[in-house]
Every structure is written in structure tokens, then in C-alpha cells.
T-cell receptor, first 109, second 116 residues
């Protein structure tokens, strides 16, 4: 089983719609969780951290479920510029970030 | 304040040649990480270095790959006798402190290696 698993997509989303997707992780000792965004042939960039209580940043909402070992990202009112690959990132001990394979989102007019 | 600088951005090598990828961390950062991203895949950790020390190389292939971060100068990822399967994007990242966190790591723009 992969340490961090994501549905690769693509998720085809009409502009203005809501899209949500999950990421599962295998290491129950994982300490911190993040969503990164990566555009085609660019470096990954931090989108948001994921807190136990859930957190929101504008149109983006992240949730963490430690019992079931998954995190989720929800995007409301999708914009064309939201088209990207969203990487789930899990941090365990030892200064190492483990990346999921990414979920591709395509927002269409 | 310059970000993480990687060069070359694009590199083409014939099978059997050597590839050297350089990474200068952000000013004040002494921790460097290398990640590899194969086409259509996520980033895979390769190695974590501090100045003059390799801290964790658990993601490095056992042969042909090496990394260093000398006291002076950039970190270098070296791939000897490249093969087609080495074609990938190689991302360097740096952080300012021992405690790495996903929100304190900064990535360079990557070096795209193509082996022909």
C-alpha cells in the first residue's frame, strides 16, 4: 500500500461548481498534513495546511480525519484558474515530506 | 531575497553520460532536500542534506546517484551513466531549520532532465 494515495482524476468541473476529493495515508504516526498545488511543469506550492479541527481559506476547505486516516479538500465556486494538480502531503517524523501522486482538476467554462 | 535557485532548468543527456544538477538554497537556509518527479507521478523524496552532511538518503537509488552539499557552494545532485528512466523533473527544496514543516519548505523551479 502506498504511503499516501490520491485519486489521480481528472476531475472535470464546470466553472462555479464545487469539487471535493480525498487523500488517504497509511502511517498513523503522521504529524502534519498539507495540500500543495502544482501547475504543469512548475514547482509545487503550498495551498494550505490541514488542521484537526478543519480549516477554511476563502473558497478552499480542508478536513482531517485521523480515525480513518484521510484528509480532504473542497473547492467552492471553482474558477478556471483552479485547474491544476493538487498534491496531498504528509509529514512524519524525520524531516521528510511524503507526497501523494496528485489529483488533477480541470475547470471548464 | 532570491528563492531556491536551480540550474540548469533543462538538461539533455545521452545515455551513459553524467548529469549534474545544482541547487542554491534560500539565503539563511542550511537544509536542502532533493525530490524526483517522474512523468505523471508525485514527488518522491531522494535525499536530505545539511552543510557537508547527508542526513537521510533513504530515497536515493543505490547506484549511479550521489548528492553533496559542500561548505561553500550549491548542493549538487549527480547522476552517473544516465539511462532513459532517469528522465524526470528534479526539485530541490530548502528550509531554515531542523524542524521541517510543510509550510516552511520552499521549492526551486526544478531541473528537467531528458535522457535520449
Amino acid at each position: 500500500r502506498k504511503e499516501v494515495e490520491q485519486d489521480p482524476g481528472p476531475f472535470n468541473v464546470p466553472e462555479g461548481a464545487t469539487v471535493a476529493f480525498n487523500c488517504t495515508y497509511s502511517n498513523s504516526a503522521s504529524q502534519s498534513f498539507f495540500w500543495y498545488r502544482q501547475d504543469c511543469r512548475k514547482e509545487p506550492k503550498l495551498l494550505m495546511s490541514v488542521y484537526s479541527s478543519g480549516n477554511e481559506d476563502g473558497r478552499f476547505t480542508a478536513q482531517l480525519n485521523r480515525a480513518s486516516q484521510y484528509i480532504s479538500l473542497l473547492i467552492r465556486d471553482s474558477k478556471l484558474s483552479d485547474s491544476a494538480t493538487y498534491l496531498c502531503v504528509v509529514e512524519a517524523a524525520g524531516n521528510k515530506l511524503t507526497f501523494g501522486g496528485g489529483t488533477r482538476v480541470l475547470v471548464k467554462p | 531575497n532570491a528563492g531556491v535557485m536551480q540550474n540548469p532548468r533543462h538538461l539533455v543527456r545521452r545515455r551513459g553520460q553524467e548529469a549534474r544538477l545544482r541547487c542554491s538554497p534560500m539565503k539563511g537556509h542550511s537544509h536542502v532536500y532533493w525530490y524526483r518527479q517522474l512523468p505523471e507521478e508525485g514527488l518522491k523524496f531522494m535525499v536530505y542534506l545539511q552543510k557537508e552532511n547527508i542526513i537521510d538518503e533513504s530515497g536515493m537509488p543505490k547506484e549511479r546517484f550521489s548528492a553533496e552539499f559542500p561548505k561553500e557552494g550549491p548542493s549538487i545532485l549527480r547522476i552517473q551513466q544516465v539511462v532513459r528512466g532517469d528522465s524526470a523533473a528534479y526539485f530541490c527544496a530548502s528550509s531554515p531549520s531542523l524542524v521541517l514543516s510543510g509550510n516552511t519548505i520552499y521549492f526551486g523551479e526544478g531541473s528537467w532532465l531528458t535522457v535520449v
